[in-house]
């Protein structure tokens, strides 16, 4: 069962934009208004019918809370959908930060599946500019993604993109890791 889990999970190093995936995942902030990394790059290459929705469901929502997420077109992306999640700010201080990293990588997933998507790509949430550390960030990453294709069959595919090589080598080694454990 486990190693069905691993057989969907794959890890590249690279530009999350480039991904032909269903929808890719963007870590975004409260305001959907883009920002600078990961969330910058999207609403670049994504143009604007991206900014659009995020400012629709803004108007609707006003914004979206940390640990949870929302769908938007894919815009000029390969993508068909970008899934918005916001992950926390970490501080060190033990407020629930692991469980709101989860709580947005679960929600994406869930509005994933809702949305029939069966390929999705994650960049590294909250480890840029949000200090999240990226050793904890992987593991709760993983152990998020696994356990919501154990118990849900929509998603054939999810790959970890990560922009830079510390990542992409945390990543690698927590899943090769897993497979001989599990």
Avoid: W
């Avoid at 501080?91 to 994933?112: F, I, R």
């Avoid at 050793?135 to 990453?141: N, Y």
Wanted: charge should be positive.
């Amino acid at each position: 069962m486990n190693n069905m889990a691993n057989d969907k999970i794959e890890v590249i190093q690279g530009d999350i934009t480039r991904i032909k995936v269903d929808a890719v995942v963007n870590a975004a902030n409260t305001s959907l208004l883009g920002g600078g990394g990961v969330d910058g790059a999207i609403h670049r290459a994504g143009g604007k019918a991206i900014l659009d929705e995020c400012i629709q469901i803004r108007n609707r929502e006003g914004g979206c809370k940390t640990g949870e997420a929302v769908i938007t077109t894919g815009g000029n992306l390969p993508a068909r959908y970008v899934i918005h999640a916001v992950g926390p700010v970490y501080s060190g201080s033990n407020k629930g930060e692991d469980e709101l990293l989860a709580s947005a990588y679960l929600n994406s997933l869930k509005l994933a599946a809702e949305n029939q998507v069966q390929s999705i790509a994650f960049p590294n949430i909250s480890t840029g500019i949000y200090r999240f550390p990226k050793e904890k960030a992987a593991a709760i990453a993983i152990k998020t993604v696994k356990g919501f294709i154990m118990a849900n069959n929509t998603i054939q595919k999810v790959i970890f993109v990560c922009f830079d090589d510390e990542n992409y080598q945390i990543y690698n080694r927590a899943l090769n890791v897993n497979k001989h454990i599990l």
